[in-house]
C-alpha cells in the first residue's frame, strides 16, 4: 500500500437524504436502480473515512440498469484523474453487488468520461472476469475490499 | 459434411448435467484415449473450488459420475486443466502460479511433478502432439516451455517473453512443434524453434493485420491445421489460415493470414471457442449461450465465409467459459462448464424434414 495518500484532500459533500425503500423490492424482477444506490452508495472510499456518495464517487445517476437484457451499467468518479484506487472501487462495487443481487443480472463497471487519465485501460480490468476473480484471492485486496464493505458496520 | 442442407434443423440436446463444484468452473478437457469401444468416456474438470474433478461415463448405466476430486495440492483456482495426447498424464494450470502434473495410479490420481517459476496466476497449459513439450503462459507476460524428462521430470527448455500483458492462453499446434498464444495485450503471438534450439516469435497478429481490437481469449485449430479460430472480449471470432505444406517443409517464415471476422452475432465476451473435427466452430460466452458455426458454401466472395448454424441461449444460468467437443467415437458430442458451477453434456442433433 502507498505511504501517501493519492488524493490528500478530497472534497466531501453531505449525504443525500434517504426515502424509505420497499425493503423485499429487490426480491421483485424489475431491478430499481435506486435499490442498487442504496446498497453501493455507503461503501467507503480505501482512502479516506467517507463514503463514495460523500465524495461524490457515486451519484443516483451512476447506476442504470436493462431488465429486458439483465444489464446493469455502474459509472462511478474517481475524485481525481489519476486515481490508483479505481481497480479497488471497482471491486468493492462488483462483490458488494455480488451479494445483494440475482447473478444472472450482467454488470459491467465503468469510470465516468473523460474522469481517468487512464480511462480505457482501467475500464478493461474493471471489466476482465479472471482479473477481478484473481483479485479477490489476493489476500490484502480482499482485506482493502471487505473494510471498504463493512468498516461501517462495525 | 455439408451443413448447408436445408432439409437439416440443428437443435442441442442436454444428456446430463454434472454438479459437485462449489465455485465457478473454468474450463475442462476430455480424455483422447477414451470413448472408444473399450474406455469409457472421461472428463476432468477445474475450478474456483481449487479442485479438479474427474468425471466417467458408466458403461452400464451411461450416466456421468464424478470418481476423483483432486484436491490440497493447488491453494487457488485451478483455471486450466489439459490431458497429454496418451491420456496417461493430466496437466493444471493454477492461480497459485504452479501446474502440476497427476497421473492415474491405479485408479488413484497422484500429483508427480509441481511445474514452478511463473511470478503468478499460470492460466493455460499444453502438450504438443509428440508428448515431448509442455507450454505454459501467465499474467507475468511470458509463456514457458517445458521438456518432458523420463520419470516425469520437466525441464525449463525456455522463457519466452514479447507479450506486453497477461497471457490468456497458450496452444500448441495439432501436428507441428510451433506454439501459438493469445494475451490481453489483444494479439495473437506464433513461436518456433530455430535451427540452434532457441525458441523465438516468428509472427505477432495484432489490430493491423486485421486482428482483435481487445482481449483474446482462446485459439483452436481445425483438424487439417491449416486454419485456426480466435475468439476475443471484442465479441467477434476470427478465422486464420496458413500454408500447411510451407510449414510441413520447414519454413519458419510461413505466415497466418485473416480469412475471415464473424462479427455481430455475440454481444458480451467470448470466453471459448473449439473446432470440431467435422469442421463445427463452438463458442460460449459471457451472454450464457452456446453458439455453432458452419463454412458456408453461398459465399460469392472469394475464399469461405461463415455462417451461424445454431444458437443456444440459457445453456447455462451464467457465463459459459469452456466448450470443448468430445474426441470420441460419438459423433457431435460436446461439454460445456459455466460460472454456475455446472458442466454441461450436450448432442448436437439433427431432424431432417
Known amino acids: 500500500m502507498t505511504l501517501g495518500l493519492i488524493n490528500a484532500n478530497p472534497i466531501v459533500h453531505a449525504k443525500k437524504e434517504r426515502v424509505a425503500r420497499c425493503e423485499d423490492s429487490h426480491c421483485c424482477d424489475a431491478v430499481d436502480p435506486l435499490d442498487i444506490y442504496d446498497f453501493v452508495r455507503d461503501i467507503r472510499d480505501p482512502e479516506h473515512p467517507y463514503s463514495l456518495e460523500q465524495l461524490s464517487v457515486l451519484s443516483e445517476e451512476s447506476i442504470s440498469v436493462d431488465d429486458k437484457l439483465g444489464r446493469i ?37 465503468k469510470v465516468s468520461p473523460g474522469s481517468h487519465a487512464d480511462e480505457e485501460a482501467v ?32 | 459434411m455439408d451443413f448447408d442442407d436445408e432439409g437439416s434443423n440443428f437443435e442441442l440436446k442436454e444428456i446430463q448435467t454434472l454438479s459437485g463444484h462449489t465455485d465457478r468452473v473454468w474450463s475442462l478437457a476430455w480424455n483422447p484415449a477414451t470413448g472408444t469401444d473399450d474406455a469409457q468416456p472421461v472428463i476432468a474438470s477445474c475450478s474456483g473450488d481449487k479442485t479438479v474433478r474427474i468425471w466417467e461415463r458408466s458403461a452400464l448405466t451411461r450416466s456421468w459420475d464424478c470418481k476423483a476430486v483432486l484436491e490440497e495440492t493447488h491453494t487457488r483456482t485451478v483455471r486450466s486443466c489439459t490431458w497429454s495426447p496418451s491420456g496417461k498424464l493430466l496437466a493444471t494450470a493454477s492461480f497459485d502460479a504452479t501446474t502440476a502434473i497427476w497421473e492415474n495410479v491405479g485408479g488413484d490420481f497422484q500429483c508427480v511433478s509441481t511445474l514452478e517459476g511463473h511470478e503468478n496466476e499460470v492460466k493455460s497449459v499444453s502438450w504438443n502432439a509428440s508428448e515431448s513439450l509442455l507450454a505454459t503462459c501467465s499474467r507475468d507476460k511470458t509463456v514457458w516451455i517445458w521438456e518432458v524428462m523420463p520419470g516425469n521430470e520437466f525441464e525449463c527448455a525456455s522463457v519466452l517473453q514479447g507479450h506486453t500483458q497477461d497471457v490468456k492462453m497458450i496452444k500448441w499446434h495439432p501436428t507441428m512443434d ?10 495473437i503471438k506464433v513461436w518456433a524453434e530455430d535451427d540452434t534450439g532457441d525458441w523465438h516469435c516468428i509472427q505477432t497478429i495484432g489490430e493491423s493485420s486485421n486482428g482483435h481490437s481487445s482481449t483474446v481469449w482462446a485459439i483452436s485449430f481445425n483438424a487439417g491445421g491449416d486454419k485456426m479460430v480466435t475468439c476475443s472480449d471484442d465479441l467477434t471470432l476470427k478465422v486464420w489460415e496458413a500454408d500447411i ?26 470466453f471459448s471457442v473449439h473446432w470440431s473435427r467435422e469442421g463445427i466452430i463452438a463458442s460460449g460466452a459471457a451472454d450464457d449461450a452456446i453458439r455453432f458455426f458452419v463454412e ?16 443456444k441461449e440459457k445453456a447455462h444460468d451464467m457465463d459459459v467459459n469452456v466448450v470443448q467437443w468430445s474426441p470420441g467415437q460419438e459423433n457431435r458430442v460436446m461439454a460445456s462448464a459455466s460460472d454456475d458451477g455446472t458442466i454441461k453434456i450436450w448432442e448436437l442433433a439433427t431432424s431432417s424434414n
Open chain 2, 296 to 311: 458456408s458454401k453461398d459465399s460469392v466472395v472469394d475464399g469461405p465465409s461463415y455462417r451461424l448454424l445454431l444458437k
Open chain 2, 178 to 187: 510451433i506454439l501459438f498464444s493469445c494475451s490481453y495485450d489483444n494479439t
Open chain 1, 123 to 154: 475500464n478493461k480490468q474493471l471489466n476482465d472476469k479472471e482479473r477481478i476473480a484473481a483479485a479477490l484471492e489476493n489476500p490484502n485486496l480482499r482485506q482493502l475490499v471487505d473494510e471498504c464493505l463493512y468498516s461501517n458496520e462495525l
Open chain 2, 245 to 270: 505444406e510451407g510449414m510441413r517443409s520447414g519454413n519458419n517464415q510461413v505466415l497466418w493470414k485473416h480469412l475471415s471476422t464473424l462479427s455481430g452475432y455475440h454481444d458480451r465476451t467470448i
Open chain 1, 73 to 109: 451499467l455502474i459509472t462511478f468518479t474517481p475524485t481525481i484523474q489519476h486515481c490508483s484506487m479505481a481497480t479497488v472501487i471497482g471491486l468493492c462495487l462488483r462483490v458488494k453487488l455480488q451479494e445483494c443481487f440475482p447473478p444472472h443480472y450482467k454488470v459491467d463497471i
